[in-house]
Nanobody, 130 residues
């Protein structure tokens, strides 16, 4: 059983920055990928960024949605068993509830499919004003 607790988020003006963190607890050996999804009102939940670290000789590999490439950075903190999402150059269209997720039993490397992530945090709101 994996528990995920998010922190960060809030209100920021367009062009600003925010940092989201997600701490995982439970069985650390069952986690080998974590990521962030977001959901705006009336829209489907979408992949934002994820990072996978099992089986990668060169280290963890990050995956990003095209809409955030070059603006967002996901990183892993081994000591804290957590991941951080640095969000820069925020736009009003980034406004959404952001959810942290960890791999589920169907996850395969690089998956951005929400059902492949079996554990979810409670969500944190990010609002970008224009």
């Amino acid at each position: 059983q994996v528990q995920l607790v998010e922190s960060g988020g809030g209100l920021v003006q367009a062009g600003g920055s925010l940092r989201l963190s997600c701490a995982a607890s439970g069985d650390p050996f069952s986690i080998f990928a974590m990521g962030w999804f977001r959901q705006a009102p009336g829209k489907e939940r979408e992949h934002v960024a994820s990072i996978s670290w099992i089986g990668y000789i060169g280290g963890p590999t990050a995956y990003y949605a095209d809409s955030v490439k070059g603006r967002f950075t996901i990183s892993k903190d081994d000591a804290k068993n957590s991941v951080t999402l640095e969000m820069n150059q925020l736009k009003p269209e980034d406004t959404a509830a952001y959810y942290c997720a960890a791999n589920g039993p169907t996850y395969a490397s690089g998956s951005t499919y929400a059902p492949d992530f079996g554990s979810w945090g409670q969500g944190t709101q990010v609002t970008v004003s224009s």
